[in-house]
């Protein structure tokens, strides 16, 4: 019973998720050896406002490279 | 310090959640010898869209076994 | 590529959280002696009727502690 | 298919084990109203020295409190 | 930034674990349209003494397995 | 009752751990204006052949380096 869980920005297309948990549940079964039947997937979303990378909010870095393409 | 963390679908009833942290607690008193108030419980509550067995979103596979028995 | 999660109530001040995850990062770069830019910081905000302690949703303490405080 | 996953100190007792993950199971099958075949556990074991309260690891917590009643 | 945790029983062998990242990677990549340098892959490995389903620990359930086979 | 749990590389130096959680604790602190009593702090020490980054396992990486700096 082996579980993914996947953390990363909001997906709004439904489509996207089918086709993501499709993916990694594959990988997980050639993996294990194990039925498909026996792999869970939890897709977690997180706003940019909550997530951080040197230091730095995700949403504080899009801005910042938003300034610099638009200036 | 203990740290119990439940993820399911969501619950809509407060007191559901009541007994659920309690009951939950009370089995980790149990096993650990600890006091209650080192067990630390979170309940995580998924949407359907967002958790997937067998490679399909838990939300298409509710609304197959709908159809299914509406058929 | 060190990752910190840090869960707790919701933080309504952008700038609390700027702080909070620039002030973890700079923490883990001085424990792991690695560059900013490898540590990754999530944020996760839980609400109150959600996390329990000594089998009690906080949600409820905080209501039992406001009555005794009133009273 | 929710999933528990109870993080604490290390339990060497097999039985405990075993009584840990049916008590959280028995309470989990009440909650969300599912069958106990849909509920998945796992138990993480932390060292002392890898947890800490207060900002103090766990294991000098531990080493002081026996100095105290020690001395 | 996507992060993507894998829980399931020890892999022993490195090359499966290769593929396994890899193959994870690839899916997200695809997924959220981010470089594959952006996705960071952590295998946990659980011991089945630490996993249950159904109440019952995988190390019993496959002890059993193994009697029903082997009478 | 916030937690923070942060994963990264195995810390040989008990020494580092001690100033790792004290640091993070104090930055929580500030953060919630909650005492440090109320902030748990967990260490989670991967190996490197557990880690991925671009598809990568960690330890292959390093690998990879080793030989080009060595050559």
Known sequence: MPNIT????????LDVKRRLVKGLTEVAVEAYGLSAQKIRVV????????VARGGQLL???????????GG
């Open 43 to 50: 897709i977690k979303e997180n706003p940019p406002e909550n």
């Open 59 to 69: 949403s504080d870095i899009k801005k910042a490279e938003a300034k610099l393409k």
């Open 6 to 13: 996947i953390e990363g920005p909001p997906i709004k297309d």
